[in-house]
């Protein structure tokens, strides 16, 4: 089975802190994915990568940055935490070859 | 960009119903996925499909590429389908996804 997991289910941040949030899939997948997700928007893409090394804007990148040193880790860093970024967030990865998302447990974070 | 469509944005059932959820897209699609979510936040993929027909167990679903809609149909309910349902498109040739704003079903016993 696909396993992607993520640092933490729960956090708490104070504003203007910069925070790092860690995903790591064991299936050897080509692109990973970060998400939000908040109540009546649905989940929107933050950043994606195909490869390490290499990211791409999703629809909703300002205020975040990534990074894909290793293929199977994944970061999503808040450079500055603002209280608008109090949201649940998602990792997710596919293989190139097949188009299911796999999904991790999320993180809940709560900027104070 | 592409749009995604829900419907109905909240559905009710007692326990052993049958429902059917509807998502509706504004442009050709190359990939279809719907996923549950549980009350816990985890995303679960049901299925892929960017055209057809699939049955897995108690669901199914159907998508006519042709027309823009796809339906998730989910027979003798059970309180463990409860969640967000979520159903999610593809266009073009990269590997990212558009979400619908999800469907909320409370199944009650």
């Known amino acids: 089975d696909v396993k992607v997991t993520q640092s933490s289910r729960y956090l708490v941040k104070r504003t203007g802190e910069k925070v790092f949030l860690e995903c790591v899939q064991d299936m050897d997948h080509e692109n990973m994915f970060w998400y939000r997700q908040d109540p009546g928007l649905g989940l929107r893409l933050i950043y994606f990568s195909y490869d390490v090394k290499m990211k791409e804007k999703g629809d909703i990148p300002e205020g975040y940055s990534v990074s894909r040193e290793k293929k199977e880790r994944f970061s999503l860093i808040l450079e500055s935490a603002s209280t608008n970024q109090t949201s649940m967030y998602l990792c997710?990865?596919?293989?190139?070859?097949?188009?299911?998302?796999?999904f991790g447990p999320g993180t809940r974070l709560l900027v104070l | 960009g592409i749009q995604v469509e829900q419907s109905p944005p909240d559905l009710i059932l007692q326990e052993g119903a049958n429902s059917t959820l509807r998502c509706n897209f504004s442009?050709?699609?190359?990939?279809l996925q719907w996923f549950h979510q549980n009350p816990w936040g985890q995303l679960i993929n049901l299925f892929y499909?960017?055209?057809g027909t699939k049955q897995n167990g108690r669901l199914s679903a159907t998508t006519v590429a042709t027309e823009r809609y796809s339906l998730l149909y989910i027979s003798s309910s059970q309180t463990t389908d409860s969640g967000v349902y979520f159903c999610a498109v593809r266009t073009g040739a990269n590997s990212k996804l558009t979400f619908g704003k999800g469907i909320t079903l409370s199944v009650r016993p």
């Open positions: 997710a990865s596919s293989s190139g070859g097949v188009e299911t998302q796999y």
């Open positions: 442009d050709s699609v190359n990939n």
């Open positions: 499909i960017p055209s």
